[in-house]
């Protein structure tokens, strides 16, 4: 059957809510996103199997996009489709992949690693799977209230298996991390395995439809052959064959956190479009006093706050992109058995997923402020996105330890500079920092490039020089590095923006070639938005470290003033160009046809305390304290 996915997915009455789903309880919820992810499933698997096939262009994104309306919050099986069987497939053998990667599979899984005592330091993980040479098997245990799985996305009740990650021993040697396969409920009936508690973890700020679970094994036995081999093999007679790279294990993290800079974009899209609709429907107050009121989206502060987030919302889905397909070039190598780029991609990897999801959820709030008393809605769904949003900066690697594994790279290569070694040529900067060859500042894109190189090799310098005096006042490298931290976090924030200023702005003016010069322009005038906005906002450390000049800084503050009032005209088109359904947006002061104060009241009338003219706790508890002295 040939589809067109978004009618068909819309015309699933199942899928949509008559009753908003805050008004449901913690097991409803769950109850209802499940009956809908299994629809999606089914939609999903029938489109792997080319039983229905899609007529739109924009497959994948779209059937993704699309759920974000259905769930409002999370699919509860994000991490099945997400993390279990990507993990599988860039992870297992080709004979286990094609055993467990079955489009008919009756295993749903999850992926398994944090613990209640451990999550960003990971070699501290303590479930252990032990070989047994005499069964051909491994047993998976906890052997601690600590070292009980914590956190993992259907978890709690809706997954029949996972991947495990567990310390690896055999003959009572300790290799480390590895990944093993465990079926954790019964196919049919759904119960644990003997050997297996499992559960949810309760009510969380926001990804309460994902029943994120505890899981702790007794002794719990699993076919070696459930070990994923592809990187590293255990063999019959408990031969450990090494990996090429002992962090193959973490790819997962990797692709993750490469992945999520997307999506990201995708949840600033969705702030910008509910917040730039919004504010060019709502009047506030006139400008001049003899005027009428004007929309709230003509004072330039209110500008401010959201031309920033449209343009984020581009830097990081060109940034993205550019990220998945270094990822996928350096898989390629990594397949011929070349490991060299793999240290530059996990190095950029952490830091633009620590600065995308902290950008993110600073700018979705700044959405949902810029939308004033309406944003605290439920209804305007900002809440729940900022909730979805601002998790990403905690999981899949927490923000300041993501940057502090940028920072070792950094490091390296200061040390390089420092020591006159030969550098390559995206670090080349750190050499001419070093011998003071300091460009003339330029007020243009190219200068601010420029100049946030400037800060990282400055912030870089002065980590490295704290780590070095420390280093000589006789303490230890680990804990000089600890000393140094602030310093060095401030360093890999600063590389970061460096790249998303730089790849944006280089980006663009590619993109500008190839579009028509009308739609050039815009472009050119987000990127410049973007680079003029952070150049401004870290106007401070150019000072420190470029040669910047306070004029120069004002005049960067006129063009920015400039590009705000050039792109006035085009904001709301430039959201409608983001192209969200009404049914994906699930906003009462972002739909497409600007019925704000209409929506809300109909929102307001689903409430079930309008149910009642009188709601009976009038009877039980308030007519008998205020009515006490007249009866
Ligand atoms: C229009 C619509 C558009 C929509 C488009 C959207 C499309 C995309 C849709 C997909 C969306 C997907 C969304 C998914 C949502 C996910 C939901 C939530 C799920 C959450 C899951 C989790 O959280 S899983 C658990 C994650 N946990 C962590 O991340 C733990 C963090 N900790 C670590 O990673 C590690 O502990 C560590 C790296 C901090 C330290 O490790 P370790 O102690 O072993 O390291 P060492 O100190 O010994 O050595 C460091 C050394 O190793 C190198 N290294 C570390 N990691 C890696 C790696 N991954 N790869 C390569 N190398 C690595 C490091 O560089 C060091 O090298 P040196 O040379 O020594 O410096
Ligand atoms: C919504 C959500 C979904 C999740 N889903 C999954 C899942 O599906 N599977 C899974 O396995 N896990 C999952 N997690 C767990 C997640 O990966 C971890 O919570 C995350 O990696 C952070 O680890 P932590 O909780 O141990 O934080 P901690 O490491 O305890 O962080 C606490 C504080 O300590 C600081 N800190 C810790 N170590 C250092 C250090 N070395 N240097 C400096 N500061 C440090 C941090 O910066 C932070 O300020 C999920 C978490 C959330 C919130």
């Not at 079955?102 to 999850?110: F, L, R």
């Not at 052997?143 to 021993?169: D, E």
């Not at 902290?358 to 439920?378: I, T």
Request: aromatic share 10%; hydrophobic share 40%.
């Amino acid at each position: 059957m040939m589809i067109h996915t978004n009618n068909y997915i819309l015309n699933i009455k199942e899928l949509w809510d008559d009753v908003p789903e805050e008004y449901l309880s913690h097991k409803e919820r769950y109850e209802n996103a499940i009956k809908k992810a299994f629809i999606v499933l089914k939609v999903l698997r029938q489109l792997h199997t080319g039983n229905i096939q899609i007529t739109d262009h924009r497959t994948p994104t779209n059937v993704y996009s699309i759920q974000d309306g259905i769930f409002r919050n999370v699919n509860p099986l994000l991490i099945h489709i997400g993390l279990f069987w990507s993990t599988i497939a860039a992870q297992a053998s080709t004979e286990q992949q094609a055993e467990w990667l079955q489009p008919d599979s009756s295993m749903i899984g999850t992926y398994v690693q944090t613990e209640l005592g451990h999550g960003s330091f990971i070699r501290g993980i303590e479930t252990t799977a032990t070989y047994d040479s005499t069964t051909d098997e491994f047993i998976l245990h906890t052997p601690r209230l600590s070292a009980y799985k914590w956190w993992p996305g259907g978890l709690g009740n809706t997954a029949n298996a996972c991947l495990v990650m567990a310390q690896l021993y055999i003959n009572g040697t300790c290799h480390g991390l590895h990944i093993f396969l465990a079926q954790i409920r019964d196919f049919d009936t759904h119960k644990p395995l003997p050997g297996i508690k499992v559960g949810e973890i309760g009510p969380k700020m926001g990804f309460n439809t994902a029943d994120n679970g505890f899981l702790g094994f007794d002794n719990h036995r699993i076919p070696r052959t459930n070990m994923l081999m592809k990187n590293v093999q255990v063999l019959r007679d408990g031969t450990y064959v090494k990996p090429k790279h002992d962090k193959l294990t973490y790819g997962s993290m990797l692709l993750t956190r490469v992945t999520l800079i997307s999506d990201l974009a995708y949840q600033l899209s969705k702030a910008a479009t509910i917040a730039v609709r919004y504010s060019a429907v709502r009047r506030q107050s006139p400008i001049k006093s003899n005027e009428p009121e004007r929309q709230i989206l003509d004072f330039v502060s209110q500008q401010h706050k959201l031309f920033i987030t449209i343009a984020s919302s581009h830097v990081y889905r060109v940034v993205g992109l550019w990220m998945w397909n270094s990822h996928k070039r350096v898989t390629a190598d990594i397949h011929e058995g070349n490991m060299g780029q793999l240290p530059e991609l996990h190095a950029l990897a952490c830091c633009l997923k620590a600065i995308s999801s902290r950008d993110a959820s600073a700018l979705v709030e700044q959405c949902r402020l810029a939308c004033g008393g309406h944003g605290y809605m439920m209804a305007s769904n900002l809440p729940q996105i900022y909730a979805y949003t601002t998790a990403a900066v905690t999981y899949e690697g927490e923000y300041t330890v993501l940057l502090l594994q940028t920072a070792r790279y950094l490091v390296k290569f200061w040390r390089l500079a420092a020591e006159h070694k030969p550098l390559p040529q995206n670090f080349a900067y750190f050499e001419d920092y070093i011998k003071k060859n300091f460009e003339q500042w330029r007020n243009s894109p190219e200068g601010i490039i420029e100049g946030f190189k400037a800060i990282v090799a400055g912030k870089t310098k002065a980590a490295y020089d704290t780590l070095q005096c420390n280093l000589r006042n006789g303490r230890e490298f680990e804990e000089a590095w600890n000393m140094a931290s602030v310093q060095l976090t401030n360093a890999s924030e600063a590389y970061a923006r460096s790249l998303l200023c730089e790849v944006f702005w280089k980006e663009t003016v590619q993109l500008s070639t190839k579009v028509s010069k009308s739609l050039a322009i815009v472009l050119e005038q987000l990127a410049e938005l973007y680079l003029m906005y952070w150049a401004l906002e870290k106007h401070g450390d150019l000072l420190l470290y470029s040669t910047i000049s306070r004029n120069d800084i004002e005049a960067l503050q006129s063009r920015y003033e400039e590009l705000l009032a050039l792109i006035r005209p085009n904001a709301v088109g430039l959201v409608d160009a983001f192209d969200i359904r009404d049914e994906v947006l699930c906003s009462t002061l972002g739909a497409y046809d600007g019925r704000v104060y209409e929506r809300m009241m109909e929102e307001a009338s689903k409430s079930p305390l309008n149910e009642d003219v009188v709601n009976e706790s009038f009877h039980k508890y308030i007519r008998p304290v205020t009515m006490k002295n007249k009866l």
